[in-house]
């Protein structure tokens, strides 16, 4: 880029342009994952997609740090603002867990509820060891998370 010529870029632009090549790719792959996340929770239901996605091989790297996990998190929530189509709460989640899978990192998908005015909200957010991955460090506290992760065969009919 020419000298000077970045004042007439977006900061959006220039926060993507500024990301090293493995960060953009992650997050470009993210635009396109997510819409397929959505269409296989949609298609397949939860059950049967996440326990096809728990399927996958765990990767054969070491763990990630956590910090690390947080910035593939933030990622993932990036792109989910560039993504086409609806975008949930439990698509990101389900989508990071599946890419830290892929890299030798086993992490807990979290669903919690809160009142909110008389209705019921439901969140989903990737636990690491109990550390949120995805979301506010907080968010245990504002939602009442199921006291074990959820599995697929919590949601199979007998």
């Known amino acids: ?3 000077g010529a970045e004042w007439y ?3 959006k632009l220039a926060k993507f342009l500024a990301l090293s090549g493995p960060a953009k790719w992650v997050f470009l792959s993210a635009v396109m ?5 959505w269409l296989g929770l949609h298609v397949f239901g939860f059950a049967r997609f996440q326990a ?3 399927r996958a091989p765990l990767g054969e790297q070491k763990s ?3 910090a690390a996990m947080s910035d593939l998190g933030t990622l993932v929530n990036s792109a989910a603002h560039y993504a086409p189509g609806p975008v949930t709460c439990l698509t990101r989640s389900l989508l990071l867990r599946w890419l830290l899978r892929r890299r030798g990192t086993a992490s807990e998908l979290r669903i919690g509820v809160q009142l909110v005015q008389g209705k019921l909200d439901a969140h ?11 979301d506010a460090q907080d968010v245990a506290q504002r939602f009442a998370a199921f006291s074990e992760p959820l599995s697929p065969q919590a949601f199979s009919s007998s």
């Open 1 to 3: 880029m020419a000298p």
């Open 9 to 11: 870029m977006t900061g």
């Open 33 to 37: 994952l997510l819409p397929l996340f």
């Open 52 to 54: 096809w996605l728990e």
């Open 64 to 66: 990630l740090p956590v």
């Open 124 to 134: 989903a957010w990737v636990e690491y060891e109990g550390i949120p991955i995805n």
